[in-house]
């Protein structure tokens, strides 16, 4: 039997700042944004304790502008998409590489503070 793994991530969290949204071409859009999801746990002295991790997320087309309209910082959201590595350079010349999530669906579980 043959098998195919699959790149897939799903995320529930909150976003840390509101998404940068940026144009290029005709009609497109990229936005990027940050969810930071939380795990509580009790350590070895029975004090609860938070690990929180933070997510680069990138969002492309359609759903880039809803996430312009609709979302902002302290929202919580659930999204699936794919992890994805990329790398640039930096002023300094220095090579940088980046994890990110291309997310692919977005579910708004809170609503846009007024």
């Given at each position: 039997m043959k098998t195919s793994l699959k790149n897939s991530v799903r995320?529930?969290?909150n976003l840390g700042k509101d998404p940068e949204v940026k144009s290029f071409g005709i009609d497109q859009k990229i936005a990027k944004f940050s969810v930071a999801t939380?795990?509580?746990?009790?350590?070895?002295?029975?004090?609860?304790?938070?690990?929180?991790?933070w997510h680069n997320i990138v969002v492309f087309g359609k759903l880039a502008s809803v996430?312009?309209?609709y979302m902002q910082k302290g929202q919580q959201i659930a999204l699936e998409g794919q992890l994805t590595n990329r790398s640039y350079m930096d002023k300094s010349g220095n090579k940088k590489y980046i994890t990110e999530v291309r997310a692919n669906q977005i579910q708004m579980l809170s609503k846009k503070a007024s």
């Open positions: 995320i529930i969290g939380t795990e509580t746990y009790k350590n070895a002295k029975g004090e609860k304790e938070q690990v929180t991790q996430v312009e309209k």
